[in-house]
Nanobody, 115 residues
């Protein structure tokens, strides 16, 4: 499985971005798709995930600000990010867990929140 993350960029505090993660295979077959975040000098951490039964889960730090979704027709997962803060700055990675095959990661997309 290949995952291609995109949509990052420079945004002012309080602004919004939508990240996309395009998969090379049918995403409805995936157990879980998720987003992770790595701030400069820190370890990668969980942001949000969406299960095959469309159950969503979020890190406390993004609840009410970020929304995860998917479009199975486009084999793409999204992360709508609003009310962005400087501490949201970092590289965002998409992840997929595929039955009987394991875990896959995209290459990451940089988000910078700065005035």
């Amino acid at each position: 499985v290949q995952l291609q993350a995109s949509g990052g960029g420079l945004v002012q505090p309080g602004g919004s971005l939508r990240l996309s993660c395009a998969a090379s295979e049918d995403i409805f077959r995936f157990n879980v798709m998720g987003w992770y975040f790595q701030a400069p000098g820190k370890e990668r951490e969980f942001v949000a995930q969406l299960t095959s039964s469309t159950i969503m889960d979020y890190a406390d730090s993004v609840k009410g600000r970020f929304t995860i979704s998917r479009d199975v027709a486009k084999n793409t997962m999204y992360l709508q990010m609003t009310s962005l803060k400087s501490e949201d700055t970092g590289v965002y990675y998409c992840q997929a867990i595929v039955p009987r095959r394991g875990e896959y990661w995209g290459q990451g997309t940089q988000v910078t929140v700065s005035s």
